[in-house]
């Protein structure tokens, strides 16, 4: 079973950086793309950025391009999204997202909670 676990979600002045952590559990983790999405109030969720399972190719929304940055550590199953520049725009609830391998096309099949983040201008 997988758990996805999306920690470092808080409130900063625009500006400034904050750094997610996303906890995956299960087998699963080193074969799979993970993405970072994000919903704001009154918005659809949208995509943030992925890596590939092996980490190395990255995928990045334009609006968070040379801003964010998305890693993965496999010894640790883990996932993170770097902000920096934060913009009030970026405020959202983040959601952790895994794409098991033998899922066709573009869907994620497993989610975290969310975690907030709040940029004040």
């Known amino acids: 079973q997988v758990q996805l676990v999306e920690t470092g979600g808080g409130l900063v002045q625009a500006g400034g950086s904050l750094r997610l952590s996303c906890a995956a559990s299960?087998?699963?983790?080193?074969?799979?793309?993970m993405g970072w999405f994000r919903q704001a109030p009154g918005k659809e969720r949208e995509f943030v950025a992925a890596i590939s399972s092996s980490g190395g190719t990255t995928y990045y929304a334009d609006s968070v391009k040379g801003r964010f940055t998305i890693s993965r550590d496999a010894a640790k199953s883990m996932v993170y999204l770097q902000m920096n520049s934060l913009k009030p725009e970026d405020t959202a609830v983040y959601y952790c997202?895994?794409?098991?391998?033998?899922?066709?096309?573009?869907?994620?099949?497993?989610w975290g909670q969310g975690t907030q983040v709040t940029v004040s201008s």
């Open positions: 299960g087998r699963t983790f080193s074969t799979s793309r």
């Open positions: 997202a895994q794409r098991s391998p033998w899922v066709i096309g573009d869907e994620y099949d497993y």
